[in-house]
């Protein structure tokens, strides 16, 4: 069965080396998005010098500690646990602290992965 892959990377210096290598390990895809934990923002703490119709951008500042969440679909168990080998090799193990923090979920159906990919999920 397929498998949803997140990972959140604590330092996003490390997602090039992370990515290198569940690249060799056969993954063909992977989302990227800019996050924050709302630890980290309750850190930054509040401002006094809000514009009048305030983004959050403006409402948490730039000093804001940004992560970075991967996300990837693969085929199966087998590449999850290579995933999560390799990314611990390159920061450490995931029970410690400021490393990252990675979840699977299964993945019922697949559509839309591109022409040259086998259909998954049913």
């Known amino acids: 069965m397929a ?3 997140i990972f959140i990377a604590n330092d996003p210096e490390d ?21 924050s934990g709302l630890g980290h923002i309750r850190k930054a703490g509040m401002r006094d010098d809000f514009p009048l119709l305030p983004s959050l951008r403006d409402i948490f500042g730039s000093e804001e500690v940004h992560h970075r969440t991967l996300l990837s679909v693969v085929e199966d168990q087998g590449t999850v646990d290579k995933m999560i080998l390799a990314a611990q090799k390159i920061i450490g193990d995931l029970e410690n602290e400021h490393t ?23």
């Open 100 to 122: 990252g923090f990675l979840f699977v979920v299964p993945v019922n159906q697949v559509v839309g992965m591109g022409k040259n990919r086998k259909y998954m999920g049913r």
């Open 3 to 5: 498998q949803l892959v």
């Open 15 to 35: 997602c090039p080396a992370i990515l290198e290598a569940w690249e060799k390990l056969g993954v063909s895809g992977v989302t990227i998005l800019e996050s």
